[in-house]
């Protein structure tokens, strides 16, 4: 199984609420402010294709540090920051995120 395949983002069915976690069904999960979500029937995963920013964001973050790499955590907050100041467009910032946690992953 490969790293990004432990990694999900899912919509719970009965209030819409969108958490992000990393592992199996039976992992620990957390909302993007860090609050405990249970896992159980009634979630949908959300495809790589439609995350966030926020949510690649986290998933970068965690895949720092996770390879160690605490010092560069706020790395793509500051990446899209730059990103929006210098006029890249939304779709252009997914791209560039998607290279980022897939550059991340290689380093776990």
Known sequence: MEMSELWHV????????????????DALTFTLDGEYVPVSEGKTEVPLEEWTEVEL????????EMAGIRRLSNLPRISIKAMKECGVEGKQRLEV?????????GCM
């Open 57 to 64: 964001c986290w998933m970068i973050t965690g895949c720092m």
């Open 97 to 105: 995120l998607h290279k980022m946690l897939d550059a991340v992953q």
């Open 10 to 25: 899912c919509i719970d069915n009965e209030t819409g609420k969108r958490f992000c976690y990393y592992g199996f069904w």
